[in-house]
């Protein structure tokens, strides 16, 4: 069973997609989210949820105060179960987008190009806007089979001007039998973490001195 470990909806079980996802498991969730919140990037945040699977580690962080959480996952079922997690929490500021996670981030950063390309129109552009970044906060949990290639691929998107909050941080989970990744130039790991066969690293362009 998975549950919400903490904030307004903690204690509230989710649906998991019947296959195909690989949940992080509470007490790695509990871990992750109180670095995190010493951090003091989950309150008021805009966050971004990749291979959501059932979107346990976005709704964490809109039950601990996110206001705009993007899940998004490529798969179709994933995203339906995730949805109907949304809609059962109760949680304003989420959305679920069905799509693959390298596709979405080249599209934000795309879009993030516009507006710095559009200079003083860059608001009418969305930034800003639900779902549209900078995101204070992004998560990466892909599959392992997900390639260190592919992974790389989604990190270089997520490093493109504009898309992140210069002080965002950054979560990426991956299996302790696959290296670390490539992280992109200017970002700097601040922590990784060991939990059974998970590892965690805490990366990003421009962490908290307090870190």
């Not at 989710?14 to 509470?26: F, Y």
């Not at 699977?53 to 995730?82: I, P």
């Amino acid at each position: 069973m998975t549950r919400i470990v903490a904030g307004t909806v903690g204690g509230r079980t989710l649906q998991v997609p019947p296959r195909g996802t690989r949940p992080t498991s509470e007490r790695v969730r509990e871990a992750i989210f109180s670095r995190l919140e010493h951090l003091g990037v989950v309150d008021d945040a805009r966050v971004l949820d990749l291979y959501a699977g059932s979107g346990a580690l976005g709704l964490e962080a809109a039950s601990r105060g996110a206001v705009d959480v993007t899940l998004v996952d490529s798969a179709r079922a994933a995203a339906d179960v995730a949805r109907r997690n949304v809609a059962a929490l109760g949680l304003g500021g989420v959305r679920v987008v069905t799509q693959p996670a390298e596709a979405f981030v080249a599209g934000v950063a795309a879009a993030a190009a516009q507006r710095t390309a559009a200079g003083g129109e860059a608001e009418a552009s969305g930034a800003g806007r639900p779902g549209h970044g900078p995101y204070h906060l992004v998560l990466v949990d892909p599959p392992y089979d997900v390639t260190a290639e592919a992974l790389e691929r989604v990190l270089a998107h997520l490093a493109a001007p504009g898309v992140l909050d210069p002080a965002a941080v950054v979560v990426v989970e991956r299996s302790t039998r696959t290296p670390e990744p490539s992280w992109p130039d200017g970002w700097e790991l601040v922590a990784r973490k060991d939990y059974g066969e998970t590892m965690v690293f805490f990366v990003g362009p421009e962490l908290p001195d307090h870190a």
